[in-house]
């Protein structure tokens, strides 16, 4: 088959490879119908995650067709649809039992195009396939089930949720990428006061508008903490979600929440970041971090299905998989707009 191959720091190729085959009784291989690039692979690209080894498949998102199941799959058969999720799960480990997946001890976790080989290739192994994947509803669109493999889950799992949002909130969202986009719609749900975007883009501040954000500030000539003071009467934002992953943009995300106010760190961060605790230890502040579990999939599929969250307004650009290495160029270049670009399989292949 031919997949996608991180040959280390910059360097990347769409190339012919062995096929996946079944190692475990729990594993299922999944032809990839659809699949995405995420910010994360960019930085496996940059070399920021150094644990990613030469040779590795990359990508930890698609939408697919069995074609195979190992004897200890009970609940897929081949040719169910399904969506392979960012996160794997044992379902039997501790975290997993508390539904805490993203941490599982056995194996499961952020391990396609990681640890394992991920899914920006033809066929995909998924390992404990009952438990890291969902079946997909007839008549659903791939593109849309395909935002939900990790941007959706991670915006309202490590942003939302975690942020504690709650109606009447004002919510602030740090960086309006794909994620803090996520963040902005699923803020929504728990209809906030005001959701606020910052970011240095005006083609992304005009995503994030679109999005449902209704206060939008480029913090490369405005000064959020003066407007946000202003529409709280000086108190500050509830919730702040950082979705961008600098130093600077945390400790923004910390400066702007208001005494007793919540900050959700969804960003990866690369390098280390301050915490003013001279300034703000009296404040009774709740920080949150994390990785995200996708726990909520299964709700955020149906609110998607019902066309209560549209998915599909993610996807700005669209390739073949012939293409893909032309999609990481577009996905990769700030100027280009992207979103998410969708990689589909070849109409003539099989
Ligand atoms: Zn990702
Ligand atoms: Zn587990």
Not at 2 to 12: D, F
Not at 17 to 30: H, K
Not at 139 to 147: N, P, R, V, Y
Request: hydrophobic share 40%.
């Amino acid at each position: 088959m031919q997949a996608l191959v991180y040959h280390g720091p910059g360097r990347k190729a769409w190339e012919e490879v062995p096929d996946p085959e079944i190692t475990d009784e729990g594993d299922v291989i999944v032809r990839v119908d659809a699949t995405t690039i995420c910010g994360t692979d960019l930085h496996i690209l940059g070399g920021d995650v150094p644990e990613v080894r030469p040779g590795r498949i990359l990508g930890h998102e698609a939408v697919g067709t069995v074609v195979e199941a190992g004897d200890g799959v009970h609940r897929l058969s081949p040719g169910d649809r399904v969506l392979v999720s960012c996160i794997s799960a044992c379902g039997a480990c501790r975290f997993c039992r508390e539904g805490r997946y993203g941490q599982c001890l056995e194996g499961g976790g952020w391990v396609l195009g990681h640890a394992i080989d991920g899914t920006q290739a033809q066929y995909v192994r998924v390992p404990y396939a009952d438990t890291s994947t969902y079946l997909i509803p007839d008549g659903a669109a791939d593109e849309d089930i395909l935002m939900l493999a990790d941007i959706l889950p991670t915006g309202y799992e490590v942003g939302v949720l975690a942020g504690g949002v709650r109606p009447g909130d004002v919510v602030t969202i740090v960086g309006a990428g794909p994620v803090g986009l996520s963040a902005i719609a699923c803020a929504r749900l728990f209809s906030p006061s005001h959701v606020i975007a910052i970011d240095v883009s005006d083609a992304r501040l005009a995503a994030a508008g679109k999005f449902g954000a209704d206060v939008t500030i480029n913090d490369s000539r405005e000064d959020p903490a003066g407007i946000i003071r202003d529409l709280t009467g000086r108190l500050g934002s509830d919730v702040v979600i950082e979705a961008a992953g600098t130093a600077a943009t945390f400790e923004l995300a910390v400066r702007l929440a208001r005494p007793g106010g919540r900050i959700a760190n969804i960003g990866v961060h690369g390098k280390p970041a301050t915490l003013h605790l001279e300034e703000q230890w009296a404040r009774d502040i709740t920080i949150t971090t994390g990785l995200v579990d996708a726990s909520s999939t299964p709700t955020l599929m149906r609110l998607v299905t019902s066309g209560q969250l549209d998915a599909g307004r993610f996807v700005t650009h669209r390739f073949s998989m012939d293409d893909f290495e032309k999609a990481y160029d577009v996905f990769g270049d700030a100027a280009s707009g992207a979103l998410k670009v969708v990689v589909t399989r070849e109409e003539d292949e099989d």
